[in-house]
């Protein structure tokens, strides 16, 4: 059983940056990818940006050079760094990780909320 805990949604004008952060309640190096999905009012959930345990991270085209998916090992973080914020970039932003055995584990959600 893995525990995701996120923070870091909010309230942002468009242009502007959030950062998100998610949790674990155990070590990020043993898990196949981790990544992070949105789901927008009406909308199906979508894959924003996953990093392999290779290392190799992608990125949905709508985000790239926008967004940035980063890792703190010690302290069992991932992170999404959003900038140049756009108000269709507005989701509740989940975290994913999958462990080698293939189950996925999601956290509770962040809401971001970008104003034109």
């Known amino acids: 059983q893995v525990q995701l805990v996120e923070s870091g949604g909010g309230l942002v004008q468009a242009g502007g940056s959030l950062t998100l952060s998610c949790t674990a309640s155990?070590?990020?190096?043993?898990?196949?990818?981790m990544g992070w999905y949105r789901q927008a009012p009406g909308k199906e959930r979508e894959l924003v940006a996953i990093?392999?345990?290779?290392?190799?991270?992608n990125y949905v085209d709508s985000v790239k050079g926008r967004f940035t998916f980063s890792r703190d090992n010690a302290k069992n973080t991932v992170y999404l760094q959003m900038n140049s914020l756009r108000p269709e970039d507005t989701a509740v932003y989940y975290c994913?990780?999958?462990?080698?055995?293939?189950?996925?584990?999601w956290g509770q959600g962040t809401q971001v909320t970008v104003s034109s």
């Open positions: 994913n990780v999958a462990i080698m055995t293939g189950i996925h584990y």
């Open positions: 155990k070590s990020i190096l043993g898990f196949n990818t």
């Open positions: 990093r392999t345990r290779f290392g190799i991270t």
